[in-house]
C-alpha cells in the first residue's frame, strides 16, 4: 500500500505519551485495509475504482478503549451498487440498507467501514457540508485511486468566502441565543436558562476555531479540539467556572440579565471574539447588527 497522507488536522488530539501507541495502531490499519478490505472476495473487482480513508477519533490521535476505528471506502458512482448488492446477497449487510461492516483487528480493537459515491463527497463538500469538511480536515489517505487527496486540498484549508459564512452563522446564532436568555434570566425559568446557556458555549466554542481557519467538529470534540487553538483556549479559560455556574441555585433565579453568571459569561465571549476578528482586520456589519442578518 502507498504510504498514507495525512491531513491539515490530522493528529490533533494526539499527545507525546500516545505516540508510539497510535503508530502501531495506524500500521495495524494500514494491513487491516490491505488484507481485509482491498483483498474482501466481495469487493476485489472494485479495488481500482476505490479511495480509502481513516476518520473519527483514532484520526485525530486518541487511543483509549472508547474510541473505535472509522473507516471510510469512498467509491466510483457505478460501483456503488454492485459493491452493495453483492455484501447483500452474502448476507452481510441487510437489503436496502446503507453499507455499514463491523471490524475487528488482531488487537482487539473494534470498529467499522461504510461506503460512499465520490459524487456525494464532492457534492457535500462543494456545498460547504461541515460534516465533510471536517472529515477532509483530518482524516488519514490510506489507499487513494479516486485521487482524494487532490479533491480534500480543493476545499481544505478552508475557501474564504467558505471560513466567513462559517464564522458569520457561529457568532449570529451566539448572539442570538444571549438575546433568547434575557426572558428566561428574569423569570428565573431554570430549563430554558440550561438549555441556552450551554448553547451559546458551545457556539462560542465553534466561532472560535473558526476564527483559527478550521472547520468545527463534531460536539463530542468540540472542547478538545478548541483546547488546540489559541482563541479557543481563551474561550475554554473564560468559562472555567461554567461547571460551577451549573450547579448553583443562584445562576437559575429571577434576576436582572445584567447579574446573571451565564449572561455576563456570554458577554466575555464576545469581548474575545470581537477583539479576535478585529484583529485580523474582520470588521463586517453582522458583528454590530447582528439580528438584521438572522435569516441569511
Not at 488484507?35 to 486518541?62: C, F, Y
Request: hydrophobic share 40%.
Amino acid at each position: 500500500m502507498d504510504m498514507m497522507m495525512k491531513s491539515v488536522l490530522s493528529d490533533i488530539l494526539l499527545t507525546p505519551d500516545k505516540l508510539l501507541l497510535h503508530r502501531e495502531l495506524l500500521e495495524e490499519i494500514g494491513k487491516f485495509i490491505t488484507q481485509e478490505i482491498l483483498n474482501h472476495p466481495l469487493l476485489q473487482e472494485d479495488r481500482q475504482r476505490v479511495s480509502i480513508i481513516l476518520d473519527g477519533s483514532t484520526a485525530l490521535g486518541v487511543v483509549d478503549g472508547q474510541s473505535d476505528v472509522d473507516i471510510i471506502i469512498i467509491c466510483e458512482d457505478e460501483s456503488y451498487n454492485s459493491i452493495n448488492h453483492r455484501f447483500e446477497e452474502a448476507g452481510l449487510i441487510p437489503e436496502h440498507s446503507s453499507f455499514f461492516m463491523d471490524l475487528r483487528l488482531p488487537s482487539g480493537k473494534t470498529g467499522h467501514y461504510t461506503l460512499h459515491k465520490i459524487s456525494d463527497i464532492k457534492e457535500a463538500l462543494m456545498s460547504g457540508d461541515m460534516e465533510w469538511l471536517w472529515n477532509a480536515s483530518v482524516s488519514y489517505i490510506y489507499y487513494d485511486l479516486l485521487e482524494l487527496k487532490s479533491l480534500f486540498h480543493s476545499y481544505v484549508p478552508l475557501q474564504p468566502e467558505v471560513l466567513m459564512k462559517f464564522r458569520k452563522n457561529s457568532y449570529i446564532q451566539l448572539r442570538s441565543y444571549a438575546r433568547s436568555l434575557d426572558n428566561p434570566v428574569v423569570r428565573g425559568d431554570a430549563f430554558p436558562i440550561l438549555f441556552l446557556a450551554v448553547s451559546l458555549f458551545k457556539e462560542a466554542l465553534r466561532c472560535a476555531i473558526t476564527i483559527e481557519g478550521y472547520p468545527y467538529p463534531y460536539d463530542k470534540w468540540l472542547v478538545p479540539v478548541a483546547q488546540q487553538t489559541v482563541v479557543g483556549r481563551k474561550i475554554l479559560e473564560c468559562a472555567g467556572d461554567f461547571w460551577s455556574y451549573l450547579r448553583e441555585d443562584e445562576s437559575f433565579a429571577p434576576m436582572y440579565q445584567e447579574d446573571n453568571n451565564f449572561v455576563k459569561m456570554e458577554k466575555q465571549f464576545r469581548k474575545i471574539l470581537l477583539e479576535e476578528f478585529r484583529l485580523r482586520e474582520i470588521d463586517e456589519p453582522w458583528l454590530i447588527e447582528w439580528w438584521k442578518f438572522l435569516e441569511e
